[in-house]
């Protein structure tokens, strides 16, 4: 079994991780690091055979864990992961990997210099809508790939982050950027527009649109918001041979949040409602396609044979390198009012 520690218990810890290592073949939960006493009292209730600790240096030297997931506050997360580096456990950094490209590179580097294996949390491949869209297009359904429109629309302004270190570019665009990577392959240009808002805590990106440009010839349209008081989880793909629409409900997301745990029922979790099937519009006419599974804990599933097997993890540090190298285009295309070559 691999032993995985996760390190922070706000929401990603808590509804993200846990619940998936849990559900996760050959991992198993080996402890978590919580520091407020009410988040100490939260993960004693979620998960009560669970030694807590209270810091990453502590967990290191109880010995309990081959690998972490490190999913505190953005700005903490680089210090974090080189000290699980230095330890020889193997990382998961959650999104936003790094504040940058050049910042991802450097914990790559560090990573292989220790000789142990660095991945990215970009858990939305595992979503039910975006594996049934990657579905089609492996079966030629819409045949050659035109574009593709990925929105994300939440209704949150809570949870925006607020300030010049985070904003919706990396929070949501992580996650839409690595989609699109991940469908369409490499990215050869991209264009952005980002609407910004003042807040005590600085001037904060709240929406974006992003256009990339695929080495494929692919093109892609990224946008999210979280202050525009709309909810609309969007795919649109467009292909020479038919189209595709689907409005998802983020089944995992609502259920993790209702308080279901993928390990009670493995065979029935991530399937979206009938109600939420996409349809595909081709000559014969539109056809409603039945959901595949979303299985987040595949994630860690897919971890757990790269350190057993030597193969690369689900999501490579250099894939989330690639990521923000795609919106460190996007924030200078925004801020120079042009499209920027890579």
């Not at 999104?95 to 220790?114: I, S």
């Amino acid at each position: 079994m691999l032993r995985i520690g996760v390190v922070g218990y706000g929401t990603g810890g808590q509804h993200f991780h846990t619940p998936f290592i849990a559900a996760a073949r050959g991992c198993a939960l080996a402890g978590i690091v919580a520091r407020a006493p009410a988040t100490v009292a939260k993960a004693r209730a979620d998960w009560p055979e669970t030694p807590i600790f209270a810091s990453l240096t502590e967990m290191i030297a109880a010995g309990v864990c081959d690998a972490v997931t490190i999913t505190t506050p953005p700005q903490t997360r680089r210090d974090l992961v080189l000290e699980a580096i230095a330890a020889g456990l193997h990382v998961i950094a959650d999104k936003p990997f790094a504040p940058n490209a050049a910042g991802a590179r450097e914990l790559d580097r560090a990573a292989k210099a220790r000789g142990v294996v660095l991945a990215v949390y970009q858990n939305r491949r595992y979503d039910a809508d975006m594996q049934t869209l990657a579905r089609l297009v492996r079966e030629g359904r819409l045949g050659r790939l035109w574009r593709v429109h990925n929105r994300m629309d939440f209704d949150d302004p809570a949870t925006l982050e607020a300030g010049p270190a985070g904003g919706l570019l990396r929070d949501l665009g992580s996650h839409l950027v690595d989609q699109m990577l991940w469908l369409n392959g490499p990215a050869v240009s991209v264009w952005a527009h980002m609407d910004h808002v003042d807040l005590p805590e600085g001037r904060t990106d709240a929406s974006f649109v992003i256009m990339i440009g695929h080495e494929n010839g692919t093109l892609s349209e990224a946008s999210a918001s979280k202050l525009n008081h709309m909810h609309l989880r969007e795919l649109r793909a467009y292909g020479d041979a038919g189209a595709y629409v689907a409005h998802s409900s983020d089944v995992q997301a609502h259920a993790i949040f209702a308080g279901k745990r993928p390990a009670h029922d493995l065979a029935a979790w991530g399937y979206e409602p009938k109600a939420h099937w996409g349809t595909l519009h081709t000559g014969a006419g539109p056809e409603s396609v039945p959901s595949e599974q979303g299985r987040y804990h595949d994630y860690y599933e897919a971890f757990e044979a790269a350190i057993r097997t030597g193969t690369p993890p689900p999501v490579t540090a250099e894939e989330g390198a690639r990521t923000l190298a795609v919106l460190d285009a996007a924030r200078q295309s925004a801020q120079e009012g042009r499209s920027i070559t890579l």
